[in-house]
């Protein structure tokens, strides 16, 4: 008889606490699920609609509360034919409403990682869960690098990408990059780069495995996050296959021209890192979203329960409140443990 994980056994009475407790309840606890990396989360019309890396399809979860998303409503909004440049490995997936649409962004290639490119579906339903999703096609700009994890806003009127990119055609190095977009499907003009890997905390990774070489070096994740005067990119560094696996922070003031990268300041140290005493490793690739009533700022993450758990299938969907320093930078504070009740955020329908 095998010998039974009790770190497993652990995760799996924390998920079924959190369906407990938040069915009609005030208080959750993380993980949000067992499995889901690269979470996702927009709050519209009263409801929360969730999704993560699905790796062959696209999925939307729907719910009033965050908390309930082990039991929510789920939907496959997409899966692609087989035999394109996108029918493989498709990452991040990010569902955005603008200029009146949905879209839903994400990265996916031909089964040769060399071949991820950004990709775009939209549908003009009020519900991402109705209506129908039109594939629109590549996001790219003109030099047509390897791309992944693209997040879109809008900022003073212009609409802007960000991603992780290659700088030439050989992995080694993932810069994080922006472009101005003409519009939800279309960047105009060249790229910029934001930021490489620029400190020892952003270039743990030397692996040996399919997709990476040696010494790679990590910028990818980018998250828009806006405050008073100023507006921040927290991106993921290093390697995900490591336990050092943390968000950074670029910071510029909201009126600055966004494409000159002298403009953003980069933090010498990490803003959210693992939590070994939390029992929370290599937390990343992350996102932000309102409570209900507009008035809290959480975050959301995958993380592992272990040591060296990696880039696979035990990273978990996790989300906690997050406040803001004297100087106007967000605090994220640790990562909050398994099992830790957590008050749902204010407002809930």
Known sequence: MKKVNQKVILTMICLLAAIIQSNGQSTFTNPLLPSGADPWSIY????????????????????GNLADLATAESKTIWTPSAGTMHSKELWAPELHFLQGKWYMYFAADDGKNDNHRMYVLENASKDPMKGEWIFKGKVSEASDKWAIDGDVFEHLGQLYMI?????????????????????????????????????????????????????VNVNEGPQILKHGKKIFVIYSASGCWTDFYALGMLTAEASADLMNPENWKKTAQPVFKQSPENGVFAPGHNSFFKSPDGKEDWILYHANAESGQGCGQHRSPRAQ?????????????????????????????
């Open 44 to 63: 519209k019309d009263g409801y929360y609609y969730y999704t993560n890396t699905m790796q062959d399809k696209l999925v939307i979860w729907k719910t």
């Open 163 to 215: 991603w992780s990119g290659w700088e030439g055609d050989v992995n080694g190095q993932q810069n994080i990059y922006i472009a101005k977009m003409k519009n939800p499907w279309t960047i105009e003009g060249k790229r910029a780069k934001l930021s490489g890997s620029d400190y020892d905390w952003e270039k743990h990774g030397d692996l040996h495995d399919k997709y990476n070489p040696p010494h």
């Open 321 to 349: 409140k997050f406040g803001w320093k004297a100087d106007g930078t967000p605090d994220f504070g640790k990562p909050v443990k398994a099992g830790e009740k957590i008050n749902i955020p204010s407002g809930k329908n």
